[in-house]
């Protein structure tokens, strides 16, 4: 240890000793060092933290995956994350192998407070929600079983931890004060646990309430006694000592024995549909870190991220790498007066790497605060963006941990090679005061051309992939959308979270609607139900006119419920009939418009106008008259592909949660947000009206993952290539000056400029072949780990190819600038007088 301390005291002394080198050193290790922490910083968050609960390796999410018939809310795509609630309460009660089986849903809430209304996050969830995950409270009691005992449940509610903090001042005094919930008063009785932000990494509750007070929260939508409503997530704790597996095979029993009762519930099913029906089994998966959303949505691109900052980190490597070789070939002198006073081999390579190691260690505290930049600028994106909320951009224990262990792990990975090199010396020629033997300095170059070579097939790699996402972007950006989203103000409101009734709600919009056609600058307007370009949709099967019970026309299609003007509004050709009106109300016939794709499916040889459909099957008559065919356009996401569509009236509904409304204007949209704003006060001041914010602003959102990605993708792949630029003038530099003596002699004997310039330049561009040889095959598989994330481009093309070697062409040219003129100038008689 105390040797150790020694070469750590004595490191010390000659890295300050060379403050420029240790200067560029520490700056290149931080940038690299400091990029993988901060995205790691992030990533260990959505991919490895665990839910801050007790013993979370017990919780498990249930799955029934599956054939289902009826209503579906899902937030993971196949539904099979969603169950009825009269299957959960089943499953809770008919089970053994859990310690507590928990359900939960989320919903938004308007919550009103001292004549204050806002609208709120909540997570409605059983009576068991806490006990199960084993959650306390900082004030008051949390849910208890006997909260959600009948429907209705008790009128209590629980605040998240950080609402409380922001929404009422950490005011331990509103503990048993009443609120208004979606204008229903309901008492607060506890207060979370600080750090517990729910189940679902990036979505923070606001408020939890009783599950059985539903009818309240989702008025017209009750759901808690339909057996073919699907929309509760289920998470339950094992009992000690079961495995998952053994878990699902005692589970599987009571769930057959379960869709056997169900499947008298389950009309209209046909003979195959009934034995998928029953086949079904319930699966479970590993809950220790809560609902997997975030993960799903963002992982792959996290890994991209923390794959390319690797990248960045090892040309980052090969760079000091390079420094250090030189400044080893400099210490020759040194290093053979040491080896003579009887220092042996790997005294001095423990030595050098004891420097490589302080060198990045000290780059690690720089990357700390590089890192702790990157952070808070990742976790305000994805807050701002609403990517994801509640996301900390503090660096914990693990961050920390990583910093450290990829400080030393880089300390040795680039000290390695340079001290093995630097000493391997020649105590003769050394000590005779000359630069080295010849197989000496041929050593050094050696190693400096690996690196070389390397840090070009690294910057390929990145500069590839770069390619890949900055051209997705562009591709999404310059996606045809079907519609002109230019000059349009949206905004949402939800009268039913305020107490108003199906028949209220459509006289508000009337007269918000009537408002808006007065108002100055608003050239046209329309709402629809599920608002556009927010990956969000809803569909259901229907049935057409013409088709028989098993044929595939009736099949699965996507629907909006929208008002009238619509299409005209964003400027959406119609093909073929009319659009809605206001004569399109509940008490008319119903009608629908359909998109041209579901004109072409379900009516390839005929008109589709005047047809008549359903939703559903069955025996019900076709009661739905197609009105009008529309161009498609895009309504989820930009990725979409086109599908079947069908529009609706949102007046014939049963009932309407919320609405979102487009105005157009002649001028600039974000001007007219006060005046919506004014005009909704002068209808009901209490009324919440969210997400205000230009069309574009949403469509820039849903791509805010795009852009962040390909906006780092960039920067990483420049600085990349800032380094490999360094990496080749390093070399060059250090090539030109160990054969200054050879350059002299050569122009002595008539060489001009253009040979020495072309003998040393084609030296680094058969380097860059090297490297663009080695990094083709690799590209080629990044490309294929990447293409999934891409729009319309493939990350291993002629034109990414292209790309990189126009860079890395571009990055050497100007690194070899500076040499290649130092060595073209070269005085003969100076060089050949030159030690």
């Not at 939960?104 to 001292?114: I, R």
């Not at 996290?302 to 960045?312: D, I, K, N, Q």
Request: proline letters at 4%; a neutral charge; charged letters at 15%.
């Amino acid at each position: 240890m105390e040797t150790l301390w020694q070469d750590i005291r004595y490191g010390f002394r000659m890295l300050s000793k060379d403050a420029g080198f240790t200067l560029v050193a520490v700056l290149t290790l931080g940038l690299g060092i400091g990029a993988n922490s901060g995205i790691f910083s992030v990533m260990s968050q959505v991919l490895l933290e665990r839910l801050p609960v007790p013993h979370p390796e017990q919780l498990v999410l249930l799955y029934g995956p599956g054939l289902r018939h009826g209503h579906v809310s899902s937030d993971e795509g196949d539904g099979s994350e969603s169950f009825s609630f009269p299957m959960y309460k089943d499953l809770r009660d008919r089970t053994t192998v859990f310690a507590g089986l928990a359900a939960k849903a989320d919903f938004p809430v308007s919550l009103t407070y001292q004549g204050n209304t806002e609208r709120a996050s909540s997570d409605i969830v059983s009576g068991n929600y806490f006990e199960t995950l084993g959650v306390r409270p900082a004030l008051g009691r949390l849910l208890l079983p006997s909260d959600t005992a009948a429907e209705g449940g008790n009128a209590v509610v629980v605040l998240g931890n950080g609402y409380w903090k922001k929404r009422f001042g950490s005011d331990p005094r509103i503990l048993n004060q009443s609120v208004q919930v979606n204008n229903q008063l309901m008492t607060v009785v506890g207060i979370v646990q600080p750090g517990f932000d729910g189940i679902q990494l990036g979505r923070v509750p606001d408020l939890y309430l009783p599950i059985t007070v539903k009818p309240m929260i989702t008025p017209g939508w009750n759901g808690l006694n339909d057996h073919t409503d699907y929309w509760v997530k289920l998470i339950g704790r094992l009992q000690p000592g079961i495995s998952q597996k053994q878990a699902a095979a005692a589970i599987a029993p009571t769930y057959h024995a379960l869709l056997q009762e169900e499947l008298a519930l389950n009309s209209g099913l046909r003979e195959q549909e009934k034995k998928e029906f029953l086949a079904k089994e319930v699966v479970l998966r590993d809950g220790a870190r809560g609902r997997p959303i975030l993960e799903n949505d963002t992982g792959h691109q996290l890994l991209a991220l923390m794959g390319m900052v690797a990248l960045v980190l090892c040309v980052t490597c090969a760079n000091v790498a390079g420094l250090l070789t030189a400044r080893g070939a400099s210490r020759q002198k040194e290093i053979g007066l040491r080896f003579s006073l009887g220092a042996n081999r790997w005294t001095l390579i423990r030595q050098l790497l004891v420097e490589s190691c302080l060198l990045s260690f000290a780059g690690a505290v720089l990357g700390l605060i590089i890192a702790t930049w990157m952070s808070n600028m990742l976790v305000h994106f994805a807050s701002a963006n609403e990517i994801a909320e509640g996301l900390s951009s503090s660096l914990s224990l693990p961050v920390l941990l990583f910093t450290t262990g990829l400080a030393l792990f880089c300390g040795i990975l680039f000290g390695v090679g340079p001290a093995l090199n630097a000493t391997r010396v020649e105590l003769a020629s050394t000590l005779k005061n000359q630069a080295g033997s010849l197989a000496s300095g041929l050593a050094h170059t050696r190693l400096r051309r690996v690196l070389v070579v390397s840090q070009v097939t690294l910057t390929l790699l990145l500069v590839t992939g770069t390619w890949g996402f900055v051209k997705s972007l562009y591709n999404l950006r310059h996606v045809d959308m079907g519609f002109q989203p230019g000059h349009v103000l949206q905004f949402s409101l939800a009268p039913q979270l305020n107490g108003y009734d199906h028949q209220k709600s459509i006289a508000f919009y009337h007269r918000l609607e009537d408002r808006l056609a007065g108002i100055p600058g608003i050239v046209s307007y329309s709402a629809v139900e599920e608002p556009l370009i927010t990956d969000s949709d809803r569909g259901s099967n229907v049935t057409v006119e013409g088709a028989q019970a098993d044929s595939p026309d009736s099949q699965h299609i996507n629907w909006n419920g929208i008002g009238p003007g619509h299409f005209a509004n964003l400027r959406i050709p119609l093909l073929a009939g009319r659009e809605f009106t206001r004569q399109d109300s509940a008490e008319a016939p119903k009608v629908s418009i359909i998109n041209e794709t579901m004109a072409r499916t379900f009516f390839p040889n005929g008109q589709a106008v005047g047809k008549r459909m359903k939703f559903g099957s069955g025996t019900d008559p076709l009661n739905i008259e197609i009105v009008g065919v529309v161009k498609d356009s895009l309504h989820s996401d930009l990725r979409e592909r086109t599908k079947s569509f069908a529009y609706v009236p949102y007046e014939q509904e049963k009932s309407i949660r919320s609405l979102t409304y487009y105005a157009r204007t002649a001028n600039d949209p974000e001007n007219m947000a006060s005046s919506v704003r004014q005009a909704v006060r002068e209808l009901d001041p209490s009324m919440p009206i969210y997400g205000v914010r230009t069309f574009e602003e949403q469509i820039g959102q849903s791509l805010s993952g795009a852009k962040l990605v390909a906006v780092l993708a960039l920067a990483f792949g420049m600085l990349a290539a800032v380094l490999a630029a360094m990496g080749i003038y390093g070399l060059l530099a250090y090539t030109v000056t160990q054969r200054t003596k050879e350059i002299g002699v050569r122009v002595a004997l008539g060489a001009g400029p253009n040979r020495v310039g072309w003998m040393l330049g084609g030296e680094v561009a058969w380097l860059a072949v090297i490297g663009v040889l080695a990094g083709i095959p690799l590209a080629y598989v990044l490309g294929k780990l990447i293409n999934s994330m891409l729009y319309g481009v493939e990350a291993f093309g002629l034109t990414s190819i292209l790309a990189a070697l126009g860079a890395i062409a571009l990055i050497s040219a100007v690194a070899i600038y500076a040499p290649l003129r130092r060595a073209t100038k070269i005085d003969p008689m100076v060089a050949l007088r030159y030690e």
